[in-house]
């Protein structure tokens, strides 16, 4: 059996070399998303994110992607979101005042408080909730210097924290978003990487 | 809470590994694909690979040795030497990092931190301070080039200033302990931690988990090494084995059952 493709949106200047050889491990084929088409009838999309609210709402209002990935995020379809990917789910940033998320999830991101390393760069200890089917307990590579507080309502969620807990990963069916780095997170990540894979292969057979 | 993360350090050059003492005198330590897999296998948090290459035909091999290590990398990859615009960085995320480190190309112009954060974000732009101990106790200069050339730019006011520019981790070097074996400079660890909110490497003089324990007490958040695991004196394991017996928050690699084995 060949393995489920994905479609990787472009963002930026994201690690996708490492995002590649991620989901090449966890059973994927990753491709290169390049066109709007492709992701709004993809039956996967991951959203690596790297970089800037700001430049990364550009860059995807710039190629059209908006209202796509809205649309198949509402709709329940496999969407993977890792670090930025999972911030600009929300409506807004402190990191980029006046730019508008895609708005999936009420709510904005706000910065680490400046007693505090920042960026959070390095390993910190994840607890999913007990309605978590992707994620689960353990620990996971981070590099952000913005988070999430508020569990988002109608998702289950991970928590994390860093002078306060903070959200660290939100799941609802095969849309998974983390702000940790899965394919840098070592065996855990890998084993949620190829969680979501399955995941998302049953639901692309079910269509 | 976040964990003290353990770093093995691999100097390659033409598509091997080496190591030298004070960045001179370079000897063969082996296969970087071999000795990266090694290092996660044992539970490593983190690798970082440094371009040593004294020629420009091996350095155009870089990104080949980044790319092969990615493949059986599953944690995070910094990369650094020789970056001197930010189309190497790019070369080197393009191949498989997921951090780039930058030294004398940024003590030459600062603004190219600026650019990797505009770029790439604070994440991915690391900068490497080596830093020489001056003479009657006035603190540490910047020393670039592989430590050839002394800068007279004091090291802890290029760090404060390298954060200002959007630099979001510092490699701190101690260019009089590097290669030395006889421990970390404490001294500079505190100086440069106590000044910027960034996260700090330590690096230079690490010869015992010992010495590590001291580096982290000194406000160190990551702990580099190279000599004692290149030449396998000790462990991953071993060394965060013995720093959570310390009482330092350490990411658990071994699974619990290895307790009950006799230690």
New interface residues.
């Given amino acids: 059996m060949t393995g489920l493709a994905v479609h990787v949106l472009a963002t930026?200047?994201a690690?996708?070399?490492?995002v590649f050889?991620?989901l090449r491990?966890a059973g994927a084929e990753p491709i290169l998303a390049e066109d709007v088409s492709q992701v709004a009838s993809a039956r996967a999309v991951m959203l690596p994110g790297?970089?800037?609210f700001g430049a990364a709402m550009d860059r995807l209002g710039s190629l059209g992607l908006v209202a796509a990935l809205r649309q198949r995020i509402d709709a329940g379809r496999p969407t993977f979101a890792i670090c930025l990917g999972l911030q600009i789910l929300f409506e807004a940033s402190e990191e980029s005042p006046g730019v508008r998320g895609l708005g999936v999830i009420p709510g904005r991101i706000g910065r680490f408080e400046?007693k505090?390393?920042?960026?959070?760069?390095?390993?910190?200890?994840v607890r999913a909730d007990d309605g978590c089917e992707l994620l689960t307990d353990g620990?996971a590579?981070f590099?952000?210097?913005f988070r999430c507080t508020e569990q988002p309502a109608g998702w289950n969620a991970a928590v994390t924290?860093?002078g306060g807990p903070f959200i660290s990963g939100i799941e609802r069916g095969p849309v998974l978003a983390c702000q940790f780095?899965p394919?840098?997170?070592?065996?855990w990540?890998?084993g949620l990487m190829r969680r979501w894979v399955q995941r998302a292969s049953v639901e692309v057979a079910a269509c | 809470m976040l964990k003290v993360r353990i770093v093995p350090c691999l100097d390659f050059a033409g598509g091997r590994v080496v190591k030298g003492i004070k960045f001179q005198g370079l000897r063969d330590a082996g296969d970087p694909v071999q000795r990266a897999a090694a290092y996660q296998d044992q539970g490593a948090d983190e690798l970082v690979m440094l371009d040593v290459s004294a020629t420009v035909e091996d350095r155009r091999n870089a990104a080949e040795t980044i790319a092969a290590v990615r493949e059986v990398l599953c944690i995070p990859l910094t990369v650094g030497g020789g970056v001197r615009a930010i189309d190497d960085a790019q070369r080197l995320l393009d191949a498989g990092a997921d951090k780039v480190s930058v030294n004398t190309a940024a003590v030459e112009r600062s603004e190219l931190l600026a650019e990797m954060n505009e770029r790439f974000g604070a994440q991915c732009t690391i900068l490497a301070i080596d830093a020489a101990r001056r003479d009657h106790d006035k603190g540490w200069e910047v020393v670039v080039r592989s430590g050839r050339e002394r800068t007279g730019r004091d090291a802890v006011a290029w760090a404060v200033e390298a954060e200002r520019l959007g630099c979001g981790e510092i490699l701190l070097t101690s260019w009089d302990r590097d290669g030395t074996r006889s421990g970390y400079d404490t001294q500079l660890l505190r100086a440069v931690a106590g000044a910027v909110g960034v996260p700090i490497i330590a690096s230079g003089g690490a010869d015992s988990a010992e010495h590590m324990a001291e580096a982290a007490g000194a406000g160190a958040d990551a702990l580099l090494a190279a000599s004692i695991f290149h030449d396998g004196d000790t462990t991953v394991e071993d060394v965060k084995r013995y720093l959570l017996g310390r009482g330092l928050p350490m990411r658990q690699t071994w699974s619990d059952a290895r307790e009950d084995l006799p230690q």
């Fill in positions: 930026g200047s690690n996708l070399a490492s050889a991620g491990r790297v970089g800037s400046v505090l390393r920042v960026p959070q760069l390095g390993w910190n200890s620990e590579y590099a952000n210097s924290d860093h780095h394919e840098l997170s070592d065996q990540g890998l």
